[in-house]
């Protein structure tokens, strides 16, 4: 993966655009306390525009993800990561912002969609327990835990 | 591996011990007693199934919860406690007023057994409550693995996760299976699309209060419930939607079992 001095100066430009996005003012460097940086290579794209873009065929290179610094502005952390392709931001995503009660929150702690063929492997001869909805007593003599405590008690 | 099997809370808890031979056979019974009264303590001051237990009696207007035994006010405050932990959507009060700890109490009964089992010095140890479960150690130097079920067809598994050495809990809610305790407190379900409404929800966590109170509120709150619970606590998930669909972080991703 290539990283040169022109990309980090890129990823820190859009820090600052995605702190002027969250704090929604709008402006590509918001007042006050907001982090001044360098000016960079692709000045003027902001967050917004940056999703539809594509890369140009005849550019060979695959694309190039760099973590911008974190940030700390007075709303809270911020860092985002942007993905690189032929010198242009084709994605910028967030992995540090602030929530609605201005504390920082992990966004790559959040869950996203996932194919059940994905996390299908485990059949229920190779588990201790289920865990499931809460059962009833006499759902319990019906369910999979019951069949692995029958088993465990010839073991 | 010994299992041991005995109903409480109206549901059936499966202990299992990887080696009871530091435990002289009568420790191990007397053990086991300590455990099943964990159970028996909170229920006789918390069912609602019980017209007998103290809950009942403040559900009926005959005694205040102030007045209350210290177990049923040590619950009550650690609810309200959860209830602004996930912004209202978990709360010890069901819609007609009455004080219900159900959503708490089983997973802290469950707690209290891992304490009771640790002091024996039962140091691996599974304990699985209705479908909540918690683990501590592991046998053979490998880890716990805990089938998540699938509620579209419970004898089938949706995946397993793996937990262990350090203690871990695995809890699982769900709107299938007597959900009744789950109270949907800010927005009705009918108000929302079914890809927001979570069908069941399965938490990993550090400890099982937590665990079994965050997945009650994200099926309780839906989506909006879901990512305030990543955000806001070190959790693992795995939520079904009412479309079919699934949705799963990081944390619980890194605990699959391939």
């Not at chain 1, 069949?147 to 008690?153: E, N, S, T």
């Not at chain 2, 031979?21 to 007397?30: D, E, F, M, N």
């Not at chain 2, 609602?48 to 919860?65: F, H, I, K, M, N």
Request: proline content about 5%; aromatic content about 4%.
């Amino acid at each position: 993966m290539r990283r040169s001095s022109a990309v980090i100066l890129v990823s820190a430009s859009t820090v600052t655009l995605g702190a002027g996005w969250l704090l929604g003012s709008g402006e590509a460097f918001p007042r006050g306390d907001a982090p001044t940086v360098a000016p960079t290579a692709t000045p003027g794209r902001s967050a917004d525009e940056t999703g539809s873009a594509t890369s140009d065929p005849s550019e060979p290179p695959g694309p190039v993800v760099v973590d911008g610094a974190i940030v700390d502005t007075k709303y809270g952390t911020v860092q985002v990561q942007v993905v690189i392709e032929a010198d242009v931001i084709v994605d910028v995503v967030a992995l540090k912002l602030t929530d609605s009660s201005e504390t920082s929150v992990e966004v790559s702690a959040r869950a996203a969609p996932i194919l059940r063929e994905e996390i299908l492997a485990a059949q229920s001869s190779v588990v201790e327990n289920v865990s499931g909805a809460t059962y009833t007593s006499e759902a319990y003599r019906t369910s999979v835990q019951a069949a692995l405590d029958a088993v465990g008690f010839e073991g | 591996m010994a299992v041991h099997v005995f109903d409480a809370m109206g549901t059936t808890v499966s202990i299992r011990t990887v080696d009871d031979s530091t435990v002289p056979g009568a420790g191990l019974a007397r053990t086991l007693d300590e455990v099943r009264a964990c159970f028996e303590r909170l229920e006789q001051a918390c069912s609602l199934y019980r017209p007998d237990s103290e809950l009942s009696r403040v559900a009926r207007g005959e005694l205040s919860v102030r007045d209350a035994s210290r177990v049923v006010r040590d619950a009550y405050a650690a609810a309200l406690d959860w209830r602004t932990r996930t912004m209202g959507t978990f709360t010890p009060h069901r819609p007609d007023g009455v004080v219900d700890l159900s959503g708490l109490v089983k997973a802290e009964a469950i707690a209290g057994a891992g304490d009771v089992l640790r002091s024996a010095g039962i140091s691996s140890f599974a304990v699985n409550a209705g479908g909540d479960v918690l683990t501590s150690g592991a046998p053979g130097g490998g880890y716990w693995t805990t089938g998540i079920s699938d509620p579209a067809d419970r004898t089938r598994l949706l995946a397993g996760v793996r937990s262990g050495p350090a203690p871990g809990a695995v809890a699982t809610s769900g709107s299938s299976e007597r959900g009744a305790h789950i109270w949907t407190a800010p927005a009705p379900p009918e108000g929302r699309r079914p890809a927001d409404v979570v069908v069941q929800a399965t938490v990993l966590a550090d400890d099982i209060v937590t665990a079994d109170v965050l997945a009650t509120a994200i099926v309780a709150g839906g989506r909006a419930a879901l990512d305030h619970a990543t955000d806001t606590a070190p959790i693992g998930v795995l939520a079904v939607f009412a479309d079919g669909d699934l949705a799963a972080n990081a944390r619980l991703r890194r605990r699959i079992v391939r």
